[in-house]
């Protein structure tokens, strides 16, 4: 069974401070994506990385795939309340022909203005 | 585009009855799946389908069944509500082909049962 570990569970911060948020697993995806989950919503794809070493900016968020396309991070710099949220990381896999996703156990984030 | 769409928003169940969570998609997609989130954690399988007329388990997939006979609509029946179905429920789509991973979600169905 393929799992996915986020960590920390939950992050309280200041707006202004960065913070980086961790996605491990014991097991290889071909590839990683990151989901934002606002409260009553589902949740929204943010960036999917492909390559092992990959990394993507997406304004202030930058993402990396491990070299081993065993686990990503997700680094936020400066922090606003409008990142409040659970973020979510996924790995998929070619194999299976069913694009199933395995999500990990989630960040919550909490930014205090 | 509506994307995905789920009824009802809210539903109270009491122990026993049984009920239909409604999904529909138009961005005609072929994988489907259903969710359920509990609170503050990540997001469990229950059943996918790959195209009409096909449908597989996921990780937690006792206590409910689906049926895919169109390529839009994707409903979750819960038969005999236990407390432990207690949840929110989501669903999603992805596609056309195989490899596009990006799944497109729906509002989610906040579920509960007493």
């Known amino acids: 069974t393929q799992l996915l570990e986020q960590s920390p569970q939950f992050l309280s911060i200041q707006e202004g401070e960065n913070l980086t948020v961790y996605c491990n697993s014991s097991?290889?995806?071909?590839?990683l994506q990151w989901y934002r989950q606002e409260p009553g919503e589902g949740p929204v794809l943010l960036v999917t990385?492909?390559?092992?070493?990959e990394v993507k900016k997406l304004k202030r968020l930058t993402f990396q795939f491990g070299d081993a396309r065993k686990d990503s991070s997700l680094h936020i710099t400066a922090a606003q309340p409008g990142d409040t949220g659970l973020y979510l990381c996924?790995?998929?896999?070619?194999?299976?022909?069913?694009?199933?996703?395995?999500f990990g156990t989630g960040t919550l984030l909490a930014v205090q203005p | 585009n509506a994307g995905v769409t789920q009824t009802p928003k809210f539903r109270i169940l009491k122990i026993g009855q049984s009920m239909t969570l409604q999904c529909t998609q138009d961005?005609?997609?072929?994988?489907m799946y259903w969710y359920r989130q509990d609170p503050g954690m990540g997001l469990k399988l229950i059943y996918y389908?790959?195209?009409?007329?096909?449908?597989d388990k996921g990780e937690v997939p006792n206590g409910y069944n689906v049926s895919r006979s169109t390529t839009e609509d994707f409903p979750l029946r819960l038969e005999l509500a236990a407390p432990s179905q207690t949840s929110v429920y989501f669903c999603?789509?992805?596609?056309?082909?195989?490899?596009?991973?990006?799944?497109?979600f729906g509002p989610g169905t906040r579920l509960t049962v007493t």
């Open positions: 999603a789509s992805s596609g056309p082909g195989f490899g596009s991973y990006e799944q497109y």
């Open positions: 097991s290889v995806f071909s590839s």
């Open positions: 990385v492909v390559t092992g070493g």
């Open positions: 996924a790995g998929g896999n070619y194999g299976g022909a069913t694009n199933k996703l395995i």
């Open positions: 961005m005609n997609h072929n994988y």
């Open positions: 389908s790959v195209g009409a007329g096909i449908t």
